[in-house]
């Protein structure tokens, strides 16, 4: 069955041009052209008192990009990071009732975070992550939202070896300034 698609929500957009990713960050391919599907991975911190949410890092991996990066990963990490979010989250039905409630309504799939069901709004830092084709979201087990306690679990389910395979993938392409580089970035769910 193919994935139903929604326009891609503003959330998803470039923090820059304010309108959807157009190119890859790695391979620089276009986007948005073509039938190029890719992933979009944005994290947020958001500051309560003031309501306001700032982006901390934002980018889109053409599927083939984010394959050679997840390839990388070692087989302890994979197994151990599915291992939790199995434990947490049963993805295929929570797509089944998001579709059979929420299908149109795409913002509606990121309110809480996958693991703990912590609603968006009580969350100081989390990451979203969507699937896409050209100007579509795709719904898949994508859009979701991961808080920041849940991605720091995930990220001590990471093995020496993809932390610094990871840690490569975000130098080359973020050069992130130090205070952030504690907290890897980089597809570990998608
Ligand atoms: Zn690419």
Request: charged share 30%.
């Given at each position: 069955m193919l994935p139903q698609r929604v326009p891609i929500p503003p959330?998803?957009?470039a923090e820059d041009t304010e309108?959807?990713?157009?190119?890859?960050?790695?391979?620089?391919?276009?986007?948005?052209?073509?039938?190029t599907q890719y992933v979009i991975e944005k994290g947020y911190h958001s500051f309560a008192a003031y309501d306001v949410q700032e982006t901390v890092f934002g980018y889109a991996l053409c599927l083939d990009c984010h394959t050679t990066l997840s390839q990388s990963f070692s087989s302890e990490s994979k197994r151990r990071c599915t291992a939790y979010l199995d434990k947490h989250v049963d993805l295929p039905q929570r797509t089944a009732a998001l579709l059979d409630r929420?299908?149109?309504?795409?913002t509606r799939w990121t309110?809480?975070?996958?693991?703990?069901?912590?609603?968006?709004?009580?969350?100081e830092e989390y990451q979203i992550l969507a699937h896409c084709q050209g100007d579509d979201l795709l719904?898949?087990?994508?859009p979701l939202m991961i808080g920041g306690t849940a991605v720091d679990d995930l990220v001590q389910r990471l093995s020496n070896e993809t932390l610094d395979e990871l840690g490569g993938f975000r130098d080359e392409y973020f050069g992130l300034p130090p205070e952030l580089k504690s907290n890897p970035q980089g597809p570990v769910l998608a």
């Open positions: 959330s998803f957009y309108a959807p990713f157009e190119t890859c960050l790695a391979c620089d391919r276009s986007l948005l052209e073509d039938d929420d299908a149109l309504d795409p309110e809480h975070c996958i693991v703990h069901d912590t609603p968006k709004q009580e969350l719904l898949t087990h994508l």
